[in-house]
């Protein structure tokens, strides 16, 4: 992040097991939640949601029933 008061960049420390690199996902933030689902790998079409606890700086993913990306896509 970027700290305004001594102008530099500083590096997060973030727990948890990160998702995976990926591209074309969707993306929302929710009061200190920063939340991500589907996506693409440049090999395969991904499915998964994950969120991001910002206050805690903690990965997670949640189980997910269905095909969310197919209502996303019809």
């Known amino acids: 992040y ?3 008061e ?10 948890g097991v ?3 690199p990926r591209s074309q996902h969707c993306a929302i933030s929710v009061k200190d939640k920063l939340y991500i ?3 693409w790998d440049c090999k395969y079409s991904l499915n998964d ?3 991001l606890d910002t206050k805690n700086l903690i990965w997670n ?3 997910s029933k ?8 019809n």
Do not use: T
């Open 2 to 4: 970027l700290d305004l």
């Open 6 to 15: 001594q102008k530099e960049w500083k590096r997060l420390y973030i727990r």
């Open 18 to 20: 990160k998702p995976p």
């Open 37 to 39: 689902h589907g996506g």
């Open 49 to 51: 949601f994950w969120m």
């Open 61 to 63: 993913q949640i189980e």
């Open 66 to 73: 269905g095909n969310v990306s197919y209502l996303l896509v």
